[in-house]
Every structure is written in structure tokens, then in C-alpha cells.
């Protein structure tokens, strides 16, 4: 099982990012996949989920601004997040219950 993240960066506040999870080893969509953040000196944070059913629900810190979706041809996860804040800025993982972990995108918002 391997998850891989990528389209993190630097963006302004206000600003939108699309961070892809990218899964190999197994099939999205026969698993609830999951997206977390760990801000510096912070634990680390649930931020969406994505079940095999395709139902969604997000952090009440981001619900609205940030969506998970999911492509099953691509085995890929999508979290589109927009109007970002300084709050935002972690580094986001991929999560595959119960053990597998993406090694992480760093998201910064800074003006």
C-alpha cells in the first residue's frame, strides 16, 4: 500500500489549493480514505473523509471552504480547498485506516 500527496505550495489568504492523493496497492473506493493536517507545534487533525460509499463530511473548521472527492479510475483523492487563511497552513496527509499514511504536502498560506 503506498499513498502519495502532492499540490501543496504556497498561496496567498484567499486563495485556493487542489491536493491529490495519489493510491497504489489497493482500491480507493473499497476503503474510507481520510485527509489530516498537522500544523507546527500542533497535534495532528481530522480534516475530511470520504467513505467507500462515497458520503462525505468535513471539520467544522473547514466544512464549506474545503471538499473531498474522489476519482476511482485514477485511485486518487482530491481535497479542494479555497478560501484559504493563515490558520491553514500544515502539512496535509493522506489516510487509509488504519496504518497507512502518505508522507504529507506542506500547504503555506502567507501574503
Known amino acids: 500500500v503506498q499513498l502519495v500527496e502532492s499540490g501543496g505550495g504556497l498561496v496567498q489568504p484567499g486563495g485556493s489549493l487542489r491536493l491529490s492523493c495519489v493510491a497504489s496497492?489497493?482500491?480507493?473506493?473499497?476503503?474510507?480514505m481520510f485527509w489530516y493536517r498537522q500544523a507546527p507545534g500542533k497535534q495532528r487533525e481530522w480534516v475530511a473523509v470520504?467513505?467507500?460509499?462515497?458520503?462525505?463530511n468535513a471539520a467544522s473548521s473547514v466544512k464549506g471552504r474545503f471538499t473531498i472527492s474522489r476519482d476511482n479510475a485514477k485511485n486518487t483523492v482530491y481535497l479542494q480547498m479555497s478560501s484559504l487563511n493563515f490558520e491553514d497552513t500544515a502539512v496535509y496527509y493522506c489516510?487509509?485506516?488504519?496504518?497507512?499514511w502518505g508522507q504529507g504536502t506542506q500547504v503555506t498560506v502567507s501574503s
Open positions: 496497492g489497493f482500491t480507493i473506493s473499497s476503503s474510507d
Open positions: 470520504i467513505t467507500r460509499g462515497g458520503n462525505t
Open positions: 489516510h487509509r485506516p488504519t496504518v497507512y
